[in-house]
């Protein structure tokens, strides 16, 4: 049974930074392609950022250079460093697992697999 497990979410003021983790479970970690997805109130789910089996990265234009997606195949655990947020950066965080790159990329196919999310909150 593939289980993901997000942590490291919270209130922080803009500026700050945070660091979330998502932990996999039940399936060849290494093989998958991995991605961090965000849902605001009243917004679509968007892709943030993803990281394929070779460990190949993409961001979304809105996370460039601020945020960094990477993978502890060893830990089986998804990170995704947050720094300089802003209070547009406010949502649910929702980590990904799908063979399929583009589906953790776009979400589109729908990924297979979601963890139960992790809510960042980012005050001005």
């Not at 700050?16 to 991995?34: D, E, I, P, V």
């Not at 250079?65 to 406010?90: C, H, V, W």
Request: glycine share 12%.
């Amino acid at each position: 049974q593939v289980q993901l497990v997000e942590s490291g979410g919270g209130s922080v003021q803009a500026g700050g930074s945070l660091r979330l983790s998502c932990a996999a479970s039940g399936y060849t970690y290494s093989s998958y392609c991995m991605g961090w997805f965000r849902q605001a109130l009243g917004k679509e789910r968007e892709g943030v950022a993803a990281i394929d089996s070779d460990g190949s990265t993409s961001y979304a234009d809105s996370v460039k250079g601020r945020f960094t997606i990477s993978k502890d195949n060893a830990k089986n655990t998804l990170y995704l460093q947050m720094n300089s947020l802003k209070p547009e950066d406010t949502a649910m965080y929702y980590c990904a697992a799908d063979h399929r790159l583009g589906a953790v990329v776009t979400g589109t196919p729908w990924p297979n697999y979601w963890g139960q999310g992790t809510q960042v909150t980012v005050s001005s």
